[in-house]
């Protein structure tokens, strides 16, 4: 199954099969002079100089006058991924404030018993 990606308005989509990207053009989400590249190359070319693609637009509503003229919308993106949420012991704040703590409790132990270790 061959793979294709889309760069419109400086946005990458994809990976879509050449029946969604026959559907996008149907709709007009994308022109003949926009960006597009099979992932088994590295080169972009416009979408209307690739003769597979180049056809979706005669056989599909794409070339119809009306949904030229719109401005193409983009495909729909993935859904970004939700950030983890860190908790107490990921904070380096903790970590520095527990530390401290534990070097002032050291400190007032060796403190309170320097009279017995020097006799």
Do not use: C
Request: charged fraction near 20%; avoid cysteine; proline fraction near 11%.
């Amino acid at each position: 199954m061959s793979e294709w990606r889309l760069q419109i308005k400086g946005g990458e989509y994809g990976p879509y099969s050449l029946e969604q990207l026959g559907q996008y053009a149907g709709e007009g989400r994308f022109t003949p002079g926009d960006l597009v590249r099979h992932d088994a190359s590295p080169d972009w070319m416009e979408a209307g100089q690739v003769p597979e693609i180049a056809a979706l637009f005669s056989t599909g509503a794409g070339s119809n006058e009306s949904a030229a003229a719109a401005a193409p919308e983009p495909p729909p993106a993935p859904p970004a991924k939700q950030p983890r949420k860190k908790g107490l012991l990921r904070r380096p704040l903790f970590w520095i404030i527990f530390i401290l703590l534990v070097l002032v409790y050291l400190g007032a132990v060796v403190a309170t018993n320097l009279p017995y270790i020097y006799l």
